[in-house]
């Protein structure tokens, strides 16, 4: 039986309008000067209502939000992040990692990451934290965070070496299903310059390598992209779309977001994705596409696949 979920990412949908200035360190005053100068213009809370009335029909296992949901991380803009949430859908059904944006400075969890707590949760009974594993018929989502307070102007992330060690565990025991891996940053080297990239793509790409996946998501880019990363059960898609709210004014993609349809074929999982963008008149989506993939997997229960390995 098919089963259905989606991707959407980069929403930055706070309101920074009753902030001022002086309030800021340093860190968070560039971001806000670039919000108050271009972001603010560019990422439409008008935009993202739109794309959550296109994704309220949708019957989905899940929803992923892959980060970014701020402009600077203020406990305020958690706040009004923790809203839209619970507006988007309840916690069980809608999963968040964060963004280089809501990890501009570490500030205290209980004004802040504690507000999301129930939409990062992984299933009952397992431990908090990331990764976090839900498991949803023949799906399996793992979130990981590359979310890290950065100097100024840097836009970089990292997953640490304990996320790694557990990533490559949580792999392994979903093996056979339909393993989604989701994360902010791309894991792939050389989809984003130095400044903004993955510091170590490597690291992760070699547990993606060793252990297997079937898909990749991520955001952080505000463009669509499609690239692939190699797996011991078959080559893994790696997945971008574009930011959720955005108006494409500065030379990034309009907002857009994919949902996904995934089930047991013949020669191995097809995954069909089907694209949804901000019509051209910004006043709703519309299909902008669609296309299947279908991913052999020498690691099938109830397939004989014919590959050794
Ligand atoms: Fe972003
Ligand atoms: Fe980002």
Known sequence: MAQQFAQLSDPHLSDLGGVKASQLLSKRLLSYLSWRRKRRFEHRREVLDALAEDIAGAELDQLLVTGDLTHTGLPEEFRQAQQWLQQLGPADRVAVTPGNHDALVRDEPRHTFDLWRDY?????GREAGFPSLRQRGELAFI?????LPTPPLMASGRVDAAQLNALAALLDETRGKFRVVYIHHSPVQGVEKWRKALRNADAVAAVLAAHGAELVLHGHGH???????????????????????AMGLY?????????????RGDKGWQLNVAYRRLRADRQGFEAAGDETLVLP????PGLDSGVAG
């Open 120 to 124: 990062m949760a992984p299933d009952p």
């Open 251 to 263: 030379g990034a993609d309009m907002a857009a977001y994919n949902r996904y349809r995934v089930e």
């Open 143 to 147: 979130g990981l965070s590359s979310a």
């Open 297 to 300: 997997r020498r690691h099938q």
């Open 223 to 245: 463009r669509a992209r499609r690239d692939q990363l190699p797996g011991r059960d078959g080559d893994i898609p790696v997945v971008a779309v574009p930011s959720a709210s």
